[in-house]
């Protein structure tokens, strides 16, 4: 099967495309063919080597040569403890190296909806998961509680608009002006264009998520946080 892989850290040039053997499932795992994937930061961050991520994914080259975590297929063969998926079934979920022609996977793996395509349902596991968790694991989000989302039209912060719309909140999102309108459509009630106001000058009574890559502690989010009686950042936990 075809698969991206890198040997060394750097530019998108260091991206190969090899041909590698088609994994076999094990007993308790589903092998699926990847229709479509996504991209995430953290593969940019493990391409590039970031001096954090080489901690783990090796100081010099990386340890695991294969790349992408997001995946949206079908079911080829399941193990013979599997009892969820058959093969044919449409199927959405996260596992290491899913920018290849097939993965195995034993636990992060779902149905995908009908009415929901390859290419959406790709896009959904990472981001989708970290900002459910933050909103809901971290920041225990209620019905009627104030929420602001800094950076509220990137990868993770379109999804925590929807799911602090989802559980009942009223959102504020944070984005630039050609985002605006974006934010809105995701069901964000008030919306700060940061490049024209000063979100942390109104934001005095609310929960903020931040999600924006311009987080850090001299950010709009740190003064909103001094104000606000709560604060569910990326910051927190290597970002949220
Ligand atoms: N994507 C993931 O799966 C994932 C998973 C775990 C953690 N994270 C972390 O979450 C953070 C966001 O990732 P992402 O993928 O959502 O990034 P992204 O898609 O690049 O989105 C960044 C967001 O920040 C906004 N922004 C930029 N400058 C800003 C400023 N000065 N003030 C307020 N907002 C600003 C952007 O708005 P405009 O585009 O309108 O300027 C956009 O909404 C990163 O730190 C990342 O490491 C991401």
Known sequence: MKTVIYSNYGSPDVLEIVEMEKPLPKENETLVKVRASSVNIAEWYAMT????????????????TRLGVDFAGVVEAVGKNVTDFKPGDQVFGGRGGAWAEFVTVRK?????????????????????????????DVGKIQPGQKVLINGASGGVGSFAVQIAKAFGAEVTAVCSTRNVECARSHGADHVFDYTKEDFTRSASSMTCCSTSMEDDPGSNTSACSSRTPRLSSSADRGRL
Do not use: H, Y
């Open 49 to 64: 080597g970031l001096p954090l991520a080489r901690l783990g994914s090796g100081f010099f080259k990386p340890k695991d």
């Open 108 to 136: 992060a793996i779902a149905r995908k909806p009908a009415n929901v395509t390859f290419e959406e349902a790709a896009a959904v596991p990472t981001a989708g998961i970290t900002a459910l968790q933050g909103l809901r």
